[in-house]
């Protein structure tokens, strides 16, 4: 590939770094759960969605003036927007615990966050590979190894949910770890849809 298009996986990989690091920050928040100091972990965690958010609009930039890419536009705008709506999840679940003023923490919450840690190792290595994918021998295992993180959220989901529903005594509690478990499944949902992006583009492009 050209010189130029390093830039491309370069910002890929900064992206999926800073997704990696906000999902151990966030379990780093949900082991050491203070609740009196979750306007501090808010604004460490905002700190790194809006890093990564200037990752977006810096590729949004160098797209819009760019005459020859290394794949199609829109598949690099589409992976772009996919990454960064990682970081946007991680941000998102931590929020909640501030919305619904929870003071303690469910364990399956921690489970679920070192998933999303298991997740966004996976996106980061993908996104290494990346640049010469037509010649890496580890690709689709680490594609189908998200994959797999991602069936296994989904079964953490729906014990979790059966378990709190089962056992609910609270109705505002349980409606408030309703809402924080779906956006932990749609956080895992969307770093399944960057290694099915990733996929896609392989698929085109060989």
Not at 64 to 83: C, H, I, Y
Not at 124 to 148: A, P, R
Not at 179 to 184: E, R, S
Request: hydrophobic residues 40%; glycine residues 2%.
């Amino acid at each position: 590939m050209a010189k130029g298009d390093k830039f491309y996986f370069e910002n890929f990989s900064a992206c999926a770094s800073l997704a990696k690091d906000a999902a151990r920050y966030l379990v780093d928040c949900l082991e050491n759960y203070d609740a009196d100091r979750i306007g501090e972990m808010l604004e460490k965690m905002h700190f790194l969605e809006h890093s990564a958010d200037i990752k977006k609009h810096e590729m949004n930039r160098t797209l819009a003036k760019a005459f020859v890419t290394p794949v199609d536009r829109e598949d690099l705008d589409m992976l772009s927007q996919q990454l960064d709506e990682v970081s946007d999840k991680l941000e998102e679940i931590l929020q909640n615990f501030y919305v619904y003023n929870l003071k303690e923490i469910d364990p399956a919450a921690v489970e679920f966050a070192k998933n999303l840690v298991r997740s966004c190792d996976m996106l980061l290595q993908i996104m290494g590979e990346l640049e010469n994918f037509k010649h890496s021998k580890t690709m689709h295992s680490l594609i189908v190894g998200c994959n797999d993180v991602e069936e296994e959220c989904d079964k953490l989901y729906l014990t979790t949910m059966h378990r709190i529903t089962k056992d609910s005594t609270d109705a505002l509690k349980t409606i408030s770890w309703y809402k924080i478990f779906d956006c932990f499944e749609a956080c895992a949902d969307a770093c399944e849809h960057v290694s099915d992006c990733v996929g896609s583009i392989i698929m085109k492009n060989t």
